[in-house]
Each structure stands twice: as structure tokens, then as C-alpha cells.
């Protein structure tokens, strides 16, 4: 199977999975503006510190279970042993949810005269919701792994659309605040766990007989490295709230969580649609060719990052303010400030998870582990250092450096596994490209006072500059435009599982 043919079908599957990326970042979009009317700067950083906190309680519940899922769900089709794979996968996942949730509630019982009433509130709820959400992000991935992605896309674009409106009809009828969210992601995923349990039909897999200890010490020995691996993003990603919450207020937090957030909608929810399809692909071609094909493979995958990926960085780096004002209420314009740093990091973490797939694709996923760790640490220690002097603007600047020092270990570190091609042309005419646009923004931004005309106006005509100064400088070629093409040819319709 040639790469060209992979990247297509990587393409075709990458269209099937916008839904899932396009349907919850407008979903996030939305929400950044109503939930900046209807809380103040406080609530709104409640509400960020427990979403902080079910990030990690997932990362120790979820994350060692999905990424196994994933790696070693064809393992087990392909020798017809599904009936021991979903047995396996159920029981673990009851098992770590539960216990995981027990152990938070405790460490928060210990702890909770030291919280504010509505916060503690607001933990009490995702405490007993992370529990249904656990079971429903282990077993939504086997759609991934079995590499159907329109069932994915249908059950996550209903999981992300419920929840917030679940949440806030939830609100609005019992006025119970911030907490009321929380009661609406428990309503959501509880039913959404009944749905996933008869379509994947794991009553008809489950039988105690089933259980295998050696496979669960396969999830366990593949699964726990990136799992740390995972507790490192957190502390990269989302520590940062605790210790702004602790030096400097709920009030802050709501300001930074507001440029976060922007953030996450844009590039990091974009990049998501292309790596969803992108790595069960890269495993299939790994499993069946070897490292050669799946090397070029991620090269060719990474020239069309930068290409997809870099002209929404330069938007959030360039006109900030203007991105803050369109997206959220104007009481929170002030964590514009922030933006530039937080989506160049979110930008650099994107990218680094192209140089780190052959750690996965090896199972040396405690190498990942270690890089994430140090990056970790120097984010934590920056953070202290920082966020005293300097507030939510000290944690950007971590935000950015700590993510820049994870690309560079990993790109170091990928050199002694499976290293990471550059495809240099491509990626110097995009950055080119790029700055161009950038100048162009800049300067033409002071011609527009009134800020939705100022986008509507510069964001379609920046990304034409874009793409005729990539035209011009050689990085897009007409194997590129043939390419794109022909992801848009119809393939053969296959069948989907337990139909």
C-alpha cells in the first residue's frame, strides 16, 4: 500500500471525524460567550478548576484504558477474539472508574474546609459524573480502533452537545449555579453508557470466563506509561489553574481559562480531526510494513500540519484582542493578553505528537513519560516563579516554554527510535507564508474599527494570501492540489461492527 494512498485514506476518514471536531469546537465557541454573560470572572474559574480536576481524575481512570483500546483492539479481531477483549476492557474500566473516584472524594473530604462552598459544590457533582464519563471515553474509542469513524463522530457530537445544554436547562429550572453544569455531564453520560453498551453489544461479549489477567497486564504495562504520560499534559495543560487560583484568586482564573479555552476550540480541537483518523492508519501501516512507509507517512502527515494548522496560529498570535472581544463577553478582554503564548504552545504540543509516534508505535511509552515529566517540571517551577509577579500573563509564558521544551526532548529523544523527517521545503514555505500573512494582519487591522467586520473581512482574505504565497514559494505543489482531489473520490462503503 503506498503512502499516497494511506494519506488519502487518512483524508477520507479525517472527513469523517470533522463532525466530531468541527460540531464541539462551535459547540465550545458558543458556550465561551454564554458562560462569560452568565457567570462572573469567579464562577467562571470555578468552573475551570473542575473541569481541571475531572481532567485528571480521567487521566488515571481513563487514560491507560483508551490508548490499550486502541492499540490492541485489531490484535484481538483479527485472531476472532473479541469476546475476551471487550470482557477484559469492561471490567477494567468499572474497576478504575470507581476506585479512582473513591480516592478523589476522599483526598477531597480531607480537604474541603479549605474550598469555597460553590466550588466544593461543583466537585461534589463531578466526583459521581466522572465515574459514567470514564466508561463512556474508553469504549467511544472502539469505533476509532476499528477505524469506522462516522460511528465515533455521531456518538461524540452528541455527548458534547448534550452536556452543556443538559447542564444549563439544569440552571435555569433549579438555579443550583455552577454545579448545575456538572449534574448535566452526569445526566448525559450515564445515558450515553446505556446507548454504547448495547450497540457495542457487551452483554453479548461479557462473561467472567472471559476475563484475561495477562491482558490486563498488556493494558497495564502498555497503558500506565502513557497514562503518566497523559498526568504530565495535565500538569502542563491545566495545573496552571490551581496555582493561579492559589496565588492570585478565582477571578484570574476566569480570565485565563477564557484565552485557554479560545485556544483548545481552534487549534487544538483542529488538529484532533486529522490524528483521529491519522493513528489507527499509522498503526494498521505499522502492524503490516514496518517503519519505512510509516516514517514517510508522518512526515508527509506533518507537511500538512503546518500547512492546515499554522494561518489559525497566526490569527490567534496577531489579533487577539479582537479574537477575545468576538468570542466572549467584553468583561473578559483583559486575558487577551495571554492568547499569543497559550496558542503557540498549543501549536507546538500538536505538533510534537507527529515526532513522538515512534516511542507509541515501539511501545516505549515510558520514553514519552520522561519527556512529558521534565516539561512538566519546568512548567511547574516557572508557574511558581512567575504567576506572582507577573498573574495569568507568568503562566502563559510557562504555557509556551514548557511546550517548546517537550517538542525539542521529543524531537531529541525520537532520534534513537524512529526519527522524525523534516519535511524541510514544505515547512519553510509555510512559515514563510505565514509571516507574510501576518505582516498583512497586522497592518491591515487598524483599517476596521467595528470587530465583526474587521473579521469577516481579514480572515478570508489572510488565508488567500496564504495559500498564493505557499502557491508561490514552492510548498504546495500540484501532486499536493492532485492529492486533495482525490480524497474527495468516493471508496468502496464497508461494513460497521455488529451490524
Not at 514563510?432 to 469577516?456: E, H, P, Q, R, T
Request: overall charge positive; aromatic content about 16%; glycine content about 6%.
Amino acid at each position: 500500500m503506498s503512502t499516497e494512498h494511506l494519506l488519502r485514506r487518512t483524508a477520507k476518514h479525517s472527513l469523517f471525524y470533522i463532525p466530531s471536531v468541527v460540531v464541539p469546537a462551535i459547540v465550545g465557541i458558543v458556550l465561551i460567550r454564554i458562560f462569560t454573560t452568565v457567570f462572573s470572572q469567579a464562577e467562571f474559574g470555578y468552573y475551570n478548576v473542575t473541569l481541571s480536576t475531572l481532567g485528571l481524575i480521567k487521566v488515571f481512570s481513563v487514560a491507560w484504558l483508551s490508548t490499550s483500546a486502541v492499540r490492541f483492539y485489531a490484535v484481538f479481531k483479527n485472531k476472532n477474539k473479541e469476546p475476551v477483549f471487550f470482557s477484559t476492557l469492561l471490567i477494567s474500566s468499572l474497576v478504575s472508574a470507581f476506585f479512582v473516584a473513591l480516592v478523589a472524594f476522599i483526598i477531597f473530604v480531607a480537604i474541603s474546609h479549605q474550598i469555597q462552598p460553590q466550588l466544593a459544590s461543583a466537585l461534589r457533582v463531578a466526583f459521581l459524573a466522572c465515574i459514567f464519563i470514564s466508561f463512556f471515553e474508553v469504549f467511544i474509542v472502539i469505533f476509532r480502533a476499528a477505524l469506522f469513524p462516522q460511528r465515533y463522530s455521531f456518538y461524540w457530537m452528541m455527548y458534547v452537545i448534550a452536556k452543556p445544554i443538559t447542564g444549563l436547562l439544569v440552571i435555569f429550572l433549579f438555579n443550583i449555579g455552577v454545579q448545575g453544569l456538572f449534574v448535566g455531564f452526569f445526566i448525559t453520560s450515564f445515558c450515553l453508557d446505556l446507548l454504547l453498551i448495547k450497540k457495542l453489544r457487551l452483554i453479548h461479549f461479557f462473561k467472567l470466563g472471559n476475563i484475561s489477567l495477562p491482558l490486563i497486564k498488556q493494558f497495564a504495562s502498555y497503558g500506565f506509561p502513557l497514562a503518566a504520560s497523559n498526568l504530565s499534559f495535565w500538569i502542563l495543560s491545566l495545573s496552571d489553574r490551581y496555582l493561579i487560583e492559589f496565588f492570585k484568586g478565582s477571578a484570574q482564573v476566569g480570565l485565563y481559562s477564557v484565552s485557554y479555552a479560545i485556544s483548545e476550540k481552534t487549534l487544538q480541537f483542529a488538529y484532533m480531526a486529522l490524528m483521529l483518523a491519522a493513528y489507527p492508519i499509522i498503526v494498521e501501516n505499522w502492524e503490516k510494513h514496518g517503519d519505512r512507509t510509516t516514517q514517510k507517512l508522518i512526515s508527509d502527515l506533518t507537511k500538512y500540519y503546518f500547512f492546515l494548522f499554522l494561518p489559525i496560529l497566526v490569527f490567534l498570535v496577531v489579533l487577539p484582542r479582537e479574537v477575545v472581544l468576538f468570542f466572549s463577553d467584553r468583561e473578559f478582554v483583559q486575558g487577551a493578553v495571554v492568547l499569543p503564548f497559550i496558542a503557540t504552545g498549543t501549536f507546538l504540543y500538536g505538533l510534537s505528537q507527529y515526532v513522538l509516534k515512534g516511542f507509541e508505535l515501539y511501545k516505549q511509552s515510558f520514553s514519552i513519560t520522561k519527556i512529558a515529566l521534565a516539561a512538566g517540571g519546568i512548567n511547574i517551577v516557572s508557574n511558581i516563579l512567575l504567576i506572582p509577579r507577573l498573574g495569568f500573563l507568568g503562566a502563559s509564558i510557562s504555557c509556551s516554554v514548557a511546550f517548546l521544551v517537550y517538542l525539542i526532548l521529543a524531537i531529541l529523544g525520537a532520534r534513537r527510535v524512529m526519527p522524525w523527517l523534516v519535511p524541510v521545503r514544505a515547512v519553510f514555505s509555510a512559515i514563510a507564508s505565514a509571516s507574510g500573512m501576518g505582516v498583512y494582519l497586522y497592518f491591515a487591522s487598524g483599517w476596521i474599527d467595528n470587530i465583526f467586520f474587521k473579521l469577516a473581512l481579514l480572515v478570508p482574505t489572510g488565508l488567500i494570501l496564504f495559500l498564493l504565497l505557499l502557491w508561490a514559494t514552492g510548498g504546495f505543489t500540484k501532486n499536493d492540489i492532485g492529492f486533495v482531489r482525490s480524497c474527495f473520490k468516493s471508496e468502496n462503503p464497508r461494513q460497521t461492527p455488529h451490524d
